[in-house]
């Protein structure tokens, strides 16, 4: 992770929310200085479920450049089951962000690997507060939290300020409760106000 | 180079005008002739039965008795002759009166 | 009250002099439709007859704004100009979309469809001359069984025409009529209740064709009233969903006659290689169509 | 940390080109969905639904329709708009041409992906390429903000020059990646681009007969004013293109004035005044092209970027004083003219025939049905063909990049 770029991947599941996430994280950015934002869906068709990826980039400086990302400073994972796969962390920098969406011991998710892990139990933060879609927790609005709280890119005034360009207020208030709480529960593993 | 005079024309509009398609009587082989002794708005002098002008396709029929008949752009289709109760209307060669054409002095090789 | 020839506007919309063949019903339908809307009407042509009639550049055979538009596409233009139009305040003309049957039944048929099931506010009319006149004669979609064009087996078309109006009344939409130049008044009177409706109104029009059809130009008018005489053409109106037979065919059902459709085509050109036992089936065909149209009528 | 503007959105390359026709006041939108230009139609759907488009929304059953009512609503008067990607454009291609001739001033986003078959729906260029010679302008625009503007820019040259104006944006990599873009207010979008003045040549008092048959001669009319035949009227569509170029740049230059920023007309260059190496594209991969450009000026090669941003008209005169320094041009096509090579290659190769100085040319085909292309690799790719022209290996062939076959 440069100081003039972050470039951060999603992975989740179809219908979990990883592209608006990855969206609001730009526009959050945005807010929080950076000058060049953006973020794109891995371009395709979506199946509901299916793994999907998207990816978020910053800088300090507009950006020129569009190729997808290749290797992350930040990885996010919106559904644990996902770490079973090796393309989850593929090309994830040395010391960079590893953040998921669980309810284990981020200890326990500890590769060896020279990167930073954070988890927070989303799923129980969605449901708490309400953010249920056909009988499935919402847990994208509640990671972008975990992302404040994690990297500290991001304020949670700056995720509000992104919600409430991309929800109805009634929404907006239920998604930042999430983010809110998140941000509290946040368990990180050498986080960054304690770099090893 | 042909010089397009006065046409300021962008794109291609036309403007209303009779006889667009060119006077008919030119290739036209038959034409209407009525005969107002027989047509019975003509008899009357009023506007009655008027089925030519009704159903001429090319409007070159009047709606007065007599109807009169545009020779310069009616086509000859004989409609009018058809749908005319009263046999008023007769279709006439075009050619009537003109010599007959005498094959053997063209020299075409026929 | 139901308008006599007599009571028809003298003013006419359609100039003299005009491209189309000699005897083509198209100029009679059009004196009618326009006389019907008073002139207060714009036009949208596909390629077709129609538009050879209205003219070349730089003049034009009609006193009506005319918007030629794609073969495909007549509807949905239609369905343009008249939403712009309306944006405009602009309300004093009726939008009329004026295709052949291959531009309304073959090719046309998604754009009409579109525009039927969206409601645009549009009177389509086609004038069915039963096939591609304009470029020879090539067989539509609306070519009769058993008659002939240059792309049927030389025996005659196998296959009956597409039911257009039923077509349209599965799209739910207020008004469809049929109509034809042989009974002009029934027709002025269609059209002025057609416009005098929101939505998308559909008319069907007889139009008999001298070149195509192969019989003499003066016959048209009697063609014409030979396809209704003979229940081959039904004159009817369908106005929110109640089906009714008007003018000839409802008398004709009244009366429970109606003429051998050998009558109808016995001078036609078209069908005269057809076999006896196709126009058997034609005749089967149209007794058909005739009865349940006459069921229709008298259920609803 | 220094604080960004508030009127900036993050939004992808699709609302950028739905608020622009907001913005615009568009009085008549048909469109149809199609992957990956359908969030524009949905956007425009809710904005019409919602009121904060007063506008006409006709949920067509085709791009053949969506052009056809755009085509009857223009003529009837009203400013229109539309949008479509690959098979759609495909589809709406004798309605372009129809658009064209008639001469009116009809804006379209093409959300640019691949031509099937086999199915792909990323991004190249082939769609709108395909549709090159139907009379329409095509402008490429590098990021979101330079959709937004350029959509605005459209209408105003659309109004201008009275020909339909295509605004070509890579699917998903512009149209559906979010990226800051600043939106002006309405009062600002006005003073640049006023309301539509509305008036319709369809009058009952006044009735014409619009796009009837016209012959190959000119013919008089009943005054006997000697009128044009089809080929001067082609002809003066033809000028009204090479008229446009001029409009372009004005326009841009009258944007700029207004709102600071610039899309740059019919080119938008980098560093180019003293570039020995110049990599040319259009749509966002002549932005990526700068970082390539910055790579390559790291190791000592002085490159730069000539960004095409208007393909139809093709600004000749521009790109070839802009090249005629350079000692080699690398062009990066994102489409093919199959059985001959990359249409933005052969455009400039022809521009440059008449030109005293040539640069040597080389022809990258790249990216097609999404590849990605990253800068390391374009810049590689002009480093290899500065290593073959130094060492005076004659003419190179057409690569294409990063093919694995």
Same mark, same amino acid.
């Given at each position: 992770?440069?100081?003039?770029?972050?470039?951060?991947?999603?992975?989740?599941?179809?219908?979990?929310?990883? =592209?608006?996430?990855?969206?609001?994280?730009?526009?959050?950015?945005?807010?929080?200085?950076?000058?060049?934002?953006?973020?794109?869906?891995?371009?395709?068709?979506?199946?509901?479920?299916?793994?999907?990826?998207?990816?978020?980039?910053?800088?300090?400086?507009?950006?020129?450049?569009?190729?997808?990302?290749?290797?992350?400073?930040?990885?996010?994972?919106?559904?644990?089951?996902?770490?079973?796969?090796?393309?989850?962390?593929?090309?994830?920098?040395?010391?960079?962000?590893?953040?998921?969406?669980?309810?284990?011991?981020?200890?326990?998710?500890?590769?060896?690997?020279?990167?930073?892990?954070?988890?927070?139990?989303?799923?129980?933060?969605?449901?708490?507060?309400?953010?249920?879609?056909?009988?499935?927790?919402? $847990?994208?609005?509640?990671?972008?939290?975990?992302?404040? *709280?994690?990297?500290?890119?991001?304020?949670?005034?700056?995720?509000?300020?992104?919600?409430?360009?991309?929800?109805?207020?009634?929404?907006?208030?239920?998604?930042?409760?999430?983010?809110?709480?998140?941000?509290?529960?946040?368990?990180?593993?050498?986080?960054?106000?304690?770099?090893? | 180079? =042909?010089?397009?005079?006065?046409?300021?024309?962008?794109?291609?509009?036309?403007?209303?005008?009779?006889?667009?398609?060119?006077?008919?009587?030119?290739?036209?082989?038959?034409?209407?002739?009525?005969?107002?002794?027989?047509?019975?708005?003509?008899?009357?002098?009023?506007?009655?039965?008027?089925?030519?002008?009704?159903?001429?396709?090319?409007?070159?029929?009047?709606?007065?008795?007599?109807?009169?008949?545009?020779?310069?752009?009616?086509?000859?289709?004989?409609?009018?002759?058809?749908?005319?109760?009263?046999?008023?209307?007769?279709?006439?060669?075009?050619?009537?009166?003109?010599?007959?054409?005498?094959?053997?002095?063209?020299?075409?090789? =026929? | 009250?139901?308008?006599?020839?007599?009571?028809?506007?003298?003013?006419?919309?359609?100039?003299?002099?005009?491209?189309?063949?000699?005897?083509?019903?198209?100029?009679?339908?059009?004196?009618?439709?326009?006389?019907?809307?008073?002139?207060?009407?714009?036009?949208?042509?596909?390629?077709?007859?129609?538009?050879?009639?209205?003219?070349?550049?730089?003049?034009?055979?009609?006193?009506?704004?005319?918007?030629?538009? $794609?073969?495909?596409?007549?509807?949905?233009?239609?369905?343009?100009?008249?939403?712009?139009?309306?944006?405009?305040?602009?309300?004093?003309?009726?939008?009329?979309?004026?295709?052949?049957?291959?531009?309304?039944?073959?090719?046309?048929?998604?754009?009409?469809?579109?525009?039927? #099931?969206?409601?645009?506010?549009?009177?389509?009319?086609?004038?069915?001359?039963?096939?591609?006149?304009?470029?020879?004669?090539?067989?539509?979609?609306?070519?009769?069984?058993?008659?002939?064009?240059?792309?049927?087996?030389?025996?005659?078309?196998?296959?009956?025409?597409?039911?257009?109006?039923?077509?349209?009344?599965?799209?739910?939409?207020?008004?469809?009529?049929?109509?034809?130049?042989?009974?002009?008044?029934?027709?002025?009177?269609?059209?002025?209740?057609?416009?005098?409706?929101?939505?998308?109104?559909?008319?069907?029009?007889?139009?008999?064709?001298?070149?195509?059809?192969?019989?003499?130009?003066?016959?048209?008018?009697?063609?014409?009233?030979?396809?209704?005489?003979?229940?081959?053409?039904?004159?009817?109106?369908?106005?929110?969903?109640?089906?009714?037979?008007?003018?000839?065919?409802?008398?004709?059902? *009244?009366?429970?006659?109606? *003429?051998?459709?050998?009558?109808?085509?016995?001078?036609?050109?078209?069908?005269?290689?057809?076999?006896?036992?196709?126009?058997?089936?034609?005749?089967?065909?149209?007794?058909?169509?005739?009865?349940?149209?006459?069921?229709?009528?008298?259920?609803? | 940390?220094?604080?960004?503007?508030?009127?900036?959105?993050?939004?992808?390359?699709?609302?950028?080109?739905?608020?622009?026709?907001?913005?615009?006041?568009?009085?008549?939108?048909?469109?149809?969905?199609?992957?990956?230009?359908?969030?524009? $139609?949905?956007?425009?759907?809710?904005?019409?639904?919602?009121?904060?488009?007063?506008?006409?929304?006709?949920?067509?059953?085709?791009?053949?329709?969506?052009?056809?009512?755009?085509?009857?609503?223009?003529?009837?008067?009203?400013?229109?708009?539309?949008?479509?990607?690959?098979?759609?454009?495909?589809?709406?291609?004798?309605?372009?041409?129809?658009?064209?001739?008639?001469?009116?001033?009809?804006?379209?986003?093409?959300?640019?992906?691949?031509?099937?078959?086999?199915?792909?729906? /990323?991004?190249?260029?082939?769609?709108?390429?395909?549709?090159?010679?139907?009379?329409?302008?095509?402008?490429?625009?590098?990021?979101?903000?330079?959709?937004?503007?350029?959509?605005?820019?459209?209408?105003?040259?659309?109004?201008?020059?009275?020909?339909? =104006?295509?605004?070509?944006?890579?699917?998903?990599?512009?149209?559906?990646?979010?990226?800051?873009?600043?939106?002006?207010?309405? #009062?600002?979008?006005?003073?640049?681009?006023?309301?539509?003045?509305?008036?319709?040549?369809?009058?009952?008092?006044?009735?014409?007969?619009?796009?009837?048959?016209?012959?190959?001669?000119?013919?008089?009319?009943?005054?006997?004013?000697?009128?044009?035949?089809?080929?001067?009227?082609?002809?003066?569509?033809?000028?009204?293109?090479?008229?446009?170029?001029?409009?372009?740049?004005?326009?841009?230059?009258?944007?700029?004035?207004?709102?600071?920023?610039?899309?740059?007309?019919?080119?938008?260059?980098?560093?180019?005044?003293?570039?020995?190496?110049?990599?040319?594209?259009?749509?966002?991969?002549?932005? #990526?092209?700068?970082?390539?450009?910055?790579?390559?000026?790291?190791?000592?090669?002085?490159?730069?970027?000539?960004?095409?941003?208007?393909?139809?008209?093709?600004?000749?005169?521009?790109?070839?004083?802009?090249?005629?320094?350079?000692?080699?041009?690398? $062009?990066?096509?994102?489409? /093919?003219?199959?059985?001959?090579?990359?249409?933005?290659?052969?455009?400039?190769?022809?521009?440059?025939?008449?030109?005293?100085?040539?640069?040597?040319?080389?022809?990258?085909?790249?990216?097609?049905?999404?590849?990605?292309? *990253?800068?390391?690799?374009?810049?590689?790719?002009?480093?290899?063909?500065?290593?073959?022209?130094?060492?005076?290996?004659?003419?190179?062939?057409?690569?294409?990049?990063?093919?694995?076959?």
């Amino acid at each position: 992770m440069t100081d003039s770029m972050i470039e951060i991947r999603w992975h989740g599941r179809g219908g979990q929310g990883a =592209v608006t996430s990855a969206n609001m994280l730009a526009d959050a950015a945005y807010r929080a200085g950076f000058k060049g934002v953006m973020s794109m869906p891995t371009f395709g068709a979506e199946r509901r479920g299916a793994p999907i990826t998207a990816s978020t980039r910053l800088s300090r400086e507009a950006l020129r450049f569009f190729s997808q990302v290749e290797f992350p400073d930040i990885v996010i994972v919106l559904d644990d089951s996902l770490m079973n796969s090796p393309a989850t962390v593929h090309g994830l920098v040395p010391d960079g962000f590893l953040l998921v969406n669980s309810a284990v011991d981020p200890a326990s998710l500890d590769t060896g690997v020279d990167y930073r892990i954070a988890v927070t139990d989303a799923n129980t933060i969605a449901k708490e507060v309400g953010l249920m879609i056909s009988g499935a927790p919402m $847990v994208n609005t509640a990671m972008l939290g975990a992302i404040a *709280k994690a990297t500290g890119i991001i304020g949670l005034d700056h995720i509000e300020t992104a919600m409430a360009g991309a929800f109805s207020k009634a929404a907006v208030s239920r998604n930042f409760e999430a983010a809110c709480k998140a941000y509290e529960q946040t368990v990180c593993l050498f986080c960054s106000e304690g770099k090893k | 180079m =042909v010089e397009t005079r006065h046409c300021e024309q962008q794109t291609a509009m036309s403007w209303p005008c009779a006889g667009e398609g060119g006077r008919t009587g030119d290739w036209r082989s038959m034409k209407p002739v009525l005969d107002p002794a027989k047509c019975i708005a003509a008899k009357k002098d009023s506007i009655v039965c008027m089925l030519c002008w009704v159903f001429c396709p090319d409007n070159v029929i009047t709606r007065t008795a007599p109807p009169e008949i545009d020779l310069e752009y009616c086509k000859g289709c004989g409609i009018c002759m058809e749908v005319c109760p009263s046999q008023a209307i007769t279709m006439v060669p075009e050619n009537e009166g003109q010599p007959a054409l005498n094959v053997e002095e063209t020299g075409c090789d =026929v | 009250m139901a308008t006599n020839i007599l009571s028809l506007p003298e003013q006419e919309f359609m100039l003299p002099g005009n491209r189309a063949c000699a005897g083509c019903s198209i100029g009679i339908i059009f004196r009618h439709v326009t006389k019907a809307l008073d002139g207060k009407a714009a036009f949208v042509v596909p390629a077709s007859c129609f538009t050879v009639l209205c003219g070349m550049y730089p003049s034009s055979s009609v006193t009506v704004p005319i918007i030629n538009s $794609v073969f495909p596409g007549t509807a949905a233009c239609a369905s343009g100009l008249a939403a712009s139009l309306e944006r405009q305040g602009k309300t004093d003309m009726t939008v009329v979309a004026m295709a052949g049957d291959g531009g309304t039944a073959d090719i046309g048929i998604q754009a009409l469809s579109g525009a039927a #099931e969206r409601g645009a506010n549009i009177l389509f009319i086609c004038y069915d001359n039963e096939a591609y006149m304009n470029t020879g004669t090539q067989r539509s979609g609306m070519t009769p069984l058993a008659a002939r064009t240059s792309t049927t087996p030389t025996l005659g078309k196998i296959q009956p025409p597409k039911d257009m109006p039923a077509i349209l009344e599965a799209h739910g939409i207020p008004y469809i009529a049929t109509a034809s130049p042989g009974y002009p008044t029934d027709l002025y009177d269609k059209v002025q209740k057609a416009r005098d409706i929101r939505g998308t109104r559909y008319m069907h029009l007889s139009a008999p064709c001298p070149a195509g059809w192969h019989y003499e130009a003066k016959d048209t008018v009697a063609m014409a009233k030979l396809a209704v005489e003979t229940g081959t053409f039904i004159l009817a109106e369908t106005v929110e969903g109640v089906y009714r037979l008007t003018g000839r065919s409802l008398s004709m059902a *009244k009366a429970g006659k109606r *003429k051998p459709v050998r009558e109808f085509i016995r001078t036609q050109g078209r069908f005269s290689r057809s076999s006896e036992e196709a126009l058997d089936e034609l005749q089967q065909w149209v007794d058909n169509r005739w009865e349940a149209a006459v069921h229709r009528h008298e259920t609803s | 940390m220094t604080s960004n503007p508030s009127a900036v959105s993050v939004i992808t390359g699709n609302k950028a080109a739905a608020e622009a026709a907001r913005l615009a006041r568009v009085q008549v939108v048909a469109a149809y969905p199609i992957t990956p230009q359908s969030q524009v $139609v949905e956007a425009l759907a809710s904005y019409v639904e919602t009121g904060l488009l007063n506008a006409e929304f006709i949920t067509v059953e085709s791009e053949h329709s969506a052009m056809g009512v755009c085509i009857g609503a223009s003529i009837g008067g009203s400013r229109v708009f539309t949008a479509s990607s690959a098979n759609g454009l495909a589809y709406m291609c004798e309605q372009l041409s129809w658009a064209a001739g008639s001469r009116l001033p009809i804006v379209m986003g093409c959300a640019n992906r691949a031509m099937s078959a086999p199915w792909n729906v /990323l991004n190249d260029q082939q769609d709108a390429m395909s549709q090159r010679d139907q009379g329409w302008i095509q402008l490429y625009c590098r990021d979101n903000q330079e959709i937004f503007d350029t959509f605005l820019q459209a209408f105003r040259l659309a109004e201008e020059v009275h020909l339909p =104006v295509m605004v070509c944006y890579d699917g998903f990599i512009l149209s559906h990646t979010v990226m800051p873009v600043e939106i002006p207010t309405q #009062e600002e979008v006005d003073a640049f681009l006023p309301p539509f003045q509305s008036s319709t040549i369809v009058d009952l008092a006044d009735p014409r007969n619009i796009n009837p048959v016209t012959l190959a001669n000119p013919r008089g009319n009943v005054e006997g004013t000697l009128c044009h035949g089809y080929m001067e009227f082609r002809s003066m569509m033809q000028r009204a293109h090479v008229d446009a170029l001029t409009a372009i740049d004005r326009i841009d230059e009258e944007f700029a004035s207004q709102f600071g920023r610039r899309t740059g007309g019919t080119t938008r260059s980098y560093l180019l005044e003293d570039a020995e190496v110049v990599l040319m594209a259009a749509g966002s991969l002549a932005s #990526e092209a700068t970082v390539a450009a910055d790579f390559l000026r790291e190791k000592g090669v002085a490159a730069g970027v000539l960004g095409l941003r208007s393909y139809r008209p093709f600004p000749v005169e521009k790109v070839v004083a802009q090249l005629k320094n350079a000692r080699l041009v690398t $062009v990066f096509d994102k489409s /093919l003219s199959y059985g001959y090579g990359g249409p933005i290659f052969i455009d400039t190769q022809a521009a440059l025939f008449a030109s005293e100085k040539r640069p040597q040319m080389h022809s990258y085909i790249a990216g097609l049905g999404g590849r990605d292309i *990253k800068a390391r690799e374009l810049a590689d790719a002009a480093q290899s063909s500065l290593d073959w022209l130094n060492e005076d290996k004659g003419p190179k062939e057409a690569q294409w990049l990063n093919l694995q076959l």
